[in-house]
C-alpha cells in the first residue's frame, strides 16, 4: 500500500504535529525521512507546512501557541457537524467546534471520554495523506488509555468499529471497520504514563538505524528497538519533546486503508 485516493467513513486519513519549533522540526522530520517541505498559507500570516513524499502528501508541521509538541490523528468523516454532535451525546467534549478550513474540508476536534484528543476531518480538496504505509510514511494510530472498556464502546457507538483482544504483557485489541483494519488501543506501561492519548507510528526499513538517526538529530530514544511479532519497534521524540514510533515490518504494514 502507497498511494490513496479515498478513506472511507470512519478511518484515519491524516496527521500532523504541533509544535512550537517549526523550522527545527521541518530540519528534523526532512533529514529523517527524506520528506520534502511544503510552505502552504493557512490564514491570518500563519503557515502549514505539508511533508511530501514521492508526490505525495504524508503529514504536517505547524506552530502550537502553548509550548508543547505533540502529533495528532485525525479521522475522515461524511459529516464532520452529525460526528461532532454524536460524539458529544456519547460524552465527548468537543475542543473546537466544526469549522471551514478554506477549500481543504471541514473539521473539529474532540477530546473522547478518557481524555484523547482526535480530530474529525470531512474531505473536500483534501482528502488527507496521498501516500501511507511504506517506507517513511506514517502506517498506525495507537490509542493508549487506562480506560480500554470505555474506549472500545465509546469509538464503537461513534464509528462501528469493533474489536479483537491481542495476548499481550498489557490489556492490548485491534480496531476494525469492516475488513479494514483500523488501529490498536493498549492499556499504559509504567513508562508511559497515565494519560490517555492517540500515538502515532512510521514505517522504516530499520528501526535500529532509524532510532539511532533520531538520537543524531537531536531527538530522544524513549524505548529501544526491540523484537515484536511481526518485526521490530522503537518509541522516539523529535528534539521538541513530540513522541512517535519507528516500526520495521518486513511483511508491510497492516493497518487497511480503502480495502486493498
Not at 517541505?37 to 504536517?60: F, S
Not at 484523547?116 to 482528502?127: D, K, N, S, T
Request: negative net charge; contains cysteine; proline residues 6%.
Amino acid at each position: 500500500m502507497g498511494n490513496v485516493t479515498r478513506y472511507p467513513n470512519g478511518t484515519f486519513c491524516w496527521i500532523d504535529l504541533e509544535t512550537p519549533d517549526v523550522d527545527g522540526a521541518k530540519v528534523f522530520y526532512r533529514d529523517l525521512f527524506g520528506w520534502d517541505m511544503d510552505d502552504r498559507p493557512a490564514g491570518e500570516g500563519r503557515t502549514y507546512t505539508v511533508g511530501r513524499l514521492n508526490g505525495k502528501d504524508v503529514a504536517a508541521i505547524h506552530e502550537d501557541g502553548k509550548g508543547t509538541a505533540a502529533w495528532g490523528s485525525y479521522i475522515s468523516v461524511d459529516d464532520v457537524d452529525a460526528t461532532t454532535s454524536s460524539a458529544q451525546e456519547l460524552g465527548a467534549r468537543t475542543l473546537t467546534e466544526p469549522f471551514d478550513v478554506r477549500d481543504a474540508g471541514r473539521m473539529s476536534s474532540i477530546q473522547d471520554p478518557a481524555g484523547a484528543v482526535v480530530g474529525l476531518w470531512q474531505p473536500q480538496g483534501h482528502i488527507g495523506a496521498g501516500y501511507v504505509n511504506d517506507a517513511n510514511a506514517w502506517s498506525w494510530n495507537e490509542l493508549v488509555t487506562e480506560a480500554v472498556d470505555d474506549a472500545q464502546e465509546f469509538y464503537g457507538d461513534l464509528f462501528g468499529w469493533e474489536t479483537q483482544e491481542i495476548p499481550a504483557p498489557m490489556r492490548r485489541a485491534s480496531f476494525s471497520l469492516g475488513d479494514l483494519l483500523i488501529g490498536g488501543i493498549h492499556a499504559p506501561t509504567a513508562p508511559e504514563g497515565n494519560t490517555s492519548r492517540w500515538t502515532v507510528s512510521f514505517t522504516v526499513a530499520d528501526a535500529d538505524a532509524s532510532a539511532s538517526r533520531v538520537e543524531g538529530l537531536g531527538g530522544r530514544m524513549l524505548l529501544p528497538p526491540m523484537d515484536i511479532p511481526i518485526g521490530r519497534f522503537s518509541i522516539v521524540s523529535d528534539p521538541a519533546g513530540a513522541s512517535f514510533t519507528l516500526a520495521a515490518v518486513p511483511g508491510g504494514a497492516l493497518r487497511g486503508v480503502d480495502g486493498s
